[in-house]
């Protein structure tokens, strides 16, 4: 079983087990999107408690699969576990996220940065970085994950737009004061 699936499996395990054999159904026959719509309605509806971790894991597949815009707000209202969390969403508090530019590496030029999940034992964070388009909005999709401090404006890990997962699991595996 790769990595995707096992993430995949894990996540489905946090419902009880006829909802749980539904959403890894969905991975089986290729509809992810509708795996992870599935997945949130049932953490809703069963008010089962997720940690921050899940929490974050869940908003990178939903990313992935090009459903995080519209499943972020069901995943933020997700009951929490109460337990300390190596990583939260940072739009978790409810606050408008500030973006960043200006940044000095020559693959981000022009993009704009948008803090997405933080690390809760250093001061590094997650950031998406998108285009600015013309309708006054960034684009969908982002065209690198960054890794970086948030005061920052150097990126010391840049990825490409596929890997979502493996910058989330840089920050939450790779963090200096683990």
Same mark, same amino acid.
């Given at each position: 079983?790769?990595?995707?699936?096992?993430?995949?499996?894990?996540?489905?395990?946090?419902?009880?087990?006829?909802?749980?054999?539904?959403?890894?159904?969905?991975?089986?026959?290729?509809?992810?999107?509708?795996?992870?719509?599935?997945? &949130?309605?049932?953490?809703?509806?069963?008010?089962?408690?997720?940690?921050?971790?899940?929490?974050?894991?869940?908003? &990178?597949?939903?990313?992935?699969?090009?459903?995080?815009?519209?499943?972020?707000?069901?995943?933020?209202?997700?009951?929490?576990?109460?337990?300390?969390?190596?990583?939260?969403?940072?739009?978790?508090? /409810?606050?408008? &996220?500030? &973006?960043?530019?200006?940044?000095?590496?020559?693959?981000?030029? /022009?993009?704009?940065?948008?803090?997405?999940?933080?690390?809760?034992?250093?001061?590094?964070?997650?950031?998406?970085?998108?285009?600015?388009?013309?309708?006054?909005?960034?684009?969908?999709?982002?065209?690198?994950?960054?890794?970086?401090?948030?005061?920052?404006?150097?990126?010391?890990?840049?990825?490409?737009?596929?890997?979502?997962?493996?910058?989330?699991?840089?920050?939450?595996?790779?963090?200096?004061?683990?």
């Amino acid at each position: 079983m790769n990595d995707d699936i096992a993430v995949w499996y894990r996540i489905a395990d946090l419902l009880p087990p006829p909802a749980s054999k539904e959403v890894k159904d969905c991975w089986d026959i290729g509809e992810q999107e509708g795996g992870l719509g599935l997945l &949130v309605e049932g953490l809703l509806a069963r008010q089962v408690p997720i940690g921050g971790a899940d929490r974050a894991q869940i908003s &990178v597949l939903a990313e992935t699969w090009g459903e995080r815009e519209q499943l972020t707000p069901g995943i933020l209202r997700c009951l929490g576990d109460g337990a300390p969390a190596a990583v939260r969403l940072l739009d978790d508090d /409810g606050d408008e &996220v500030e &973006v960043v530019t200006g940044w000095s590496e020559p693959e981000l030029a /022009g993009l704009v940065l948008v803090p997405w999940i933080g690390c809760t034992r250093c001061d590094r964070v997650l950031l998406r970085a998108h285009r600015w388009e013309p309708w006054d909005d960034f684009s969908y999709l982002a065209e690198h994950y960054v890794i970086s401090a948030l005061d920052s404006d150097t990126a010391p890990r840049i990825f490409p737009s596929h890997s979502a997962g493996e910058a989330f699991t840089e920050l939450l595996h790779r963090c200096p004061e683990a």
